[in-house]
Structure formats: C-alpha cells, structure tokens
C-alpha cells in the first residue's frame, strides 16, 4: 500500500489530490475520484470554495464552513471547489494509507514527515485510543465493544481482535469428560451407584471411581479461523509499517488464509452457529469481531468502504487531555477545595455549580431552570482561580488579519465565566485568571495573544489569554495519567 500524509483541515484541489495519490506520473482521474467518493461518503471530506488568492497546497480552511455543494458528487473537472480533510488518524482506502496529521503540526504532504513528526503521529494515535475507551461522547472509529447493529472498519476490528489477544489469548472451548480413575474431580453419586464398595471396618472403599475432566478442543474450528485472522492480521500490519506505529508485537501462527478454512458462507455459517450457543460476555465480542472481519474482507469493493481509525472530532480529545492534566476542579464541592460559598451555595456545592442557572417563568407562577453554561477547566493554584478553556484553533496572526481564532461567542462566554465567578473569588482572596489554550507542536508559549471585548472590560474583567501548549508534552502526561504542576504554576 501506498502512504499518503494529509493534514487536517487543509484543502486540496482534484488535481492537487491526484498528484499525492500519483507523485511521479499523470494522475488516473477514474482511481482519484473513486478514493476522494469514498472518503466522502465516511464523512471524512467535505467540498468547499476555493478561497480567494490563496495558496491552496497550504490552505488552512478551519475558518470556511463546509459548502451546501458538499452533495454533489465528486467531478474531476471542477476548478471551483477544494476538498477539506476532516479527520485526525488513519485511513485505509483501496491500495492507499492515509496519516491524517492534527492541523496543527505543519506536514507537508509532499514530503515525508520529520522524525519529531512521525513520534507525534505515533503519540496521537495512542491518545486517540486511550480517549475511545474512556468516552462514548463523540465518534471515534475505534472499538471498545462491538454490536452487529455497527458496521466497523476493517482497521478498528483488526486493533480490537489484536488487543483481545494479548489481554486474553487465543479462542477456547472446554467442554467435560467423565472418565474412571482420573485426575479431575471425583464424583461421588456416580461412583456411588455405579461401581462395586469393599467394606472395611463397616466402611466402604470403592477401589474405582469415576471422575470428571475439563478438555480443550485443540481442533475447534473457531480456534483455527482465530489463528488464521490474528496471523494475517499482523502480517498486513507489518507490511504496511503499522505495527510500529500502534506499538504491536508480530503475531504469526500459521501460513494459511481464509480461504483454506472454507467459502464466506460457511466461515460466517460457522461463526454464527458459536454464538448462539456461546454466552460468554467475552466470547460473543470476539465471535461478533471475527464475523465483522470476515465479512467486510470479501467486501473491501463496496463503493462506501474505507477503514477508519481516529476521529473527525479531535477538540473533544485536546478538551479531555487538558482537563486530566492540568486538575479540573469542576466536580469538586467548595468544601473539597476548602474555600467558602457565596450566595445560597454550601460547601457541599460543586464548583461548576457556582455560576446561576437561567430560570423560566410564566406570569410568576412556575419557575423552571435549564442547563446553563460550563467552562472545560476550573482549578485554584497558588490563590488563583484558573478558568481554562480547551480550544482546538489554529491561532494564526498577519499583518492585516487574524486566523483560526475562536468565535465571538466563545469569546464572549469566557468573560462571563469570569463574571460569574467573581463574587466567589473575592469572598476566597483568589485572582481570577482566564485562558484559552491551543495546541502547537513548537514549544509552550503562554502568552500569546490575549482577547478584549470593551463592553466586557468595563465590567472589570481582565482580558482573556491565549497560550499554546505544547500538545506532545499534555498528551504524554495524559498517557501517563499525571498532573502537570509546573505548568499549572506558571499561569
């Protein structure tokens, strides 16, 4: 297969798409379309207008909103439209893998990606699958259980079949074998009424007894199809370079393929005919995988097919992994961070209840409250309130314009975050400071531009920060489940 480095968020034209999929020779227009349809149809492209005067090799299209033309099927001969990725991970399509780069680390598709780069693509992967399997809020294309109802990518079922292996081993059948003069448990009643006693001393010796036995079937077909599919498996994975990239140790127990186990039919025939008689939570995952993957290897044709492992969602991912590293407080009371409430709150208040609910009323008779508003981060350090705000921006700054700068709305919130809280800071001596905080591959920089809405200002609210965070240093203290204290006393 060949590899294709893609970055986020970034547009490319047809022609632009083609020359990645063919660097060295004319582009086959009927094989670029197949692959930009199908990553459409995953919803991990969309068209939009070509902006204006723009490099489009080096587009950054976070600000353009996907077009109403996002329906219209692919034409190669269009010059009006760009197609913008919308995916952070890997991507498997016809002969073609595709490392999706987060939008803020500069790849350049044309080029192979540097070393630092390569072991920050390795780093976000392993984030991503951390992240899958603490969260169902957000789709991420990897797989912590699998449901028949779900149609996977051959690339998560693969990773899932991967994993449960080293976890759990290989697939396993016991069943009991009752036996005479064995080494299993000895059962009484049968021995009881089924063999001869000698008496002695009035007590009987019963000189054979029958016993039961647990014995594995070595010839299980379910066995030999888990051995087949994990061996292909990895050796699909290494011939590609994956197995490095997702840390995956070879797994090789046999030369053969599926074919030699039987046609599609009987192969799925087979694997259904387990899983109704199987009731082992663990089991029925696994059963349920292997049918996932047998069937969508004989259909990697379909005109929908890609496989997919990452997310099209990755501001929920830096949210997380900023909230784990840097204390989120939100759910602890007032009196867990042994502080004072404010107001009709108690000590028992959490803090993120702090700020008032807006309340609904109708000729001053019912009042109804609803959900209000939440920031990503409040911790208290060195007697300051944080108010952190995870924003997946590319914060970028010309002499005649900002870019990829977060929205009014957002702006707006932050500073009533601030206002919010403000009764309770004073009543607790602490100085409220807010920031928005973005990833960079380059290093932490924690002033770099800064927010200010007069109106807001006015109010006495102090301007709103932005820092960008060296997102391999938050990622690897998420991976390994730690605190970052230096950073959190430097803001």
């Not at 070393?115 to 809020?137: G, L, W």
């Not at 001596?429 to 960079?440: A, D, G």
């Not at 709103?464 to 997102?471: E, P, S």
């Amino acid at each position: 297969m060949k590899v294709i480095y893609c970055r986020e968020e970034f547009g490319y034209s047809f022609e632009e798409f083609g020359s990645l999929l063919f660097p060295n020779e004319v582009a086959k227009k009927e094989v670029v379309t197949d692959v930009l349809t199908r990553l459409k149809r995953v919803n991990v492209i969309s068209k939009v207008r070509s902006p204006k005067g723009v490099e489009l090799s080096k587009a950054d299209l976070s600000d353009i909103d996907d077009d109403i033309a996002d329906v219209v099927e692919i034409d190669p001969n269009s010059t009006e439209f760009l197609y913008k990725l919308k995916f952070v991970g890997l991507i498997i399509v016809k002969s073609y893998i595709l490392y999706c780069f987060p939008k803020y680390i500069e790849v350049n598709p044309k080029e192979n990606p540097t070393a630092k780069q390569s072991t920050e693509f390795k780093q976000i992967i392993k984030v991503i699958e951390k992240y899958s399997k603490s969260t169902r809020e957000q789709v991420i294309y990897s797989l912590n259980d699998i449901d028949e109802s779900v149609a996977y990518g051959d690339l998560s079922v693969s990773l899932f079949l991967l994993e449960d292996y080293f976890q759990n081993g290989l697939y396993s059948n016991q069943h009991s074998i009752v036996e005479m003069n064995g080494n299993g448990e000895i059962l009484w009643d049968k021995t009881v009424n089924d063999s001869f006693a000698f008496f002695s001393d009035n007590r009987p010796v019963y000189i054979d007894y029958f016993n039961r036995r647990s014995v594995v079937e070595d010839d299980n077909f379910i066995k030999k199809l888990h051995e087949v599919v994990l061996s292909r498996i990895s050796e699909t994975l290494e011939l590609n370079g994956l197995l490095d990239l997702l840390d995956l140790t070879l797994t090789n127990f046999t030369d053969e393929e599926l074919t030699d186990l039987g046609d599609i039919d009987f192969i799925l025939y087979m694997i259904e005919s387990e899983l109704s008689q199987e009731f082992n939570t663990r089991k029925q995952l696994l059963l349920k995988a292997l049918f996932s993957y047998v069937s969508q290897k004989y259909e990697a044709e379909r005109d929908e097919y890609a496989s997919l492992f990452g997310t099209n969602s990755f501001q929920g991912i830096w949210e997380k992994a900023c909230a784990n590293v840097l204390n989120d407080k939100l759910d602890v009371t007032i009196g867990g961070l042994d502080l004072e409430p404010t107001g009709a709150n108690t000590k028992n208040t959490k803090i993120k209840n702090i700020i008032d609910k807006p309340q609904w009323t109708q000729n001053n008779k019912d009042v109804f409250e609803t959900a209000t508003l939440i920031p990503d981060i409040i911790t208290v350090v060195n007697k300051r309130l944080l108010i952190l705000d995870g924003k997946y921006y590319n914060l970028r700054f010309s002499t005649k314009s900002v870019a990829g700068n977060p929205g009014v709305g957002d702006v707006t919130k932050q500073f009533l975050y601030a206002l919010a809280y403000r009764e309770f800071a004073d009543k607790n001596n602490l100085e409220i400071v807010n920031y928005f905080l973005m990833p960079t591959e380059n290093d932490t920089i924690l002033n770099f531009a800064q927010v200010d809405m007069q109106l807001l200002n006015n109010l006495g609210l102090s301007s709103v920060k932005v820092a960008k965070l060296n997102a391999a240093n938050i990622y690897q203290k998420y991976l390994d489940d730690k605190l970052d204290q230096e950073l959190l006393s430097k803001f």
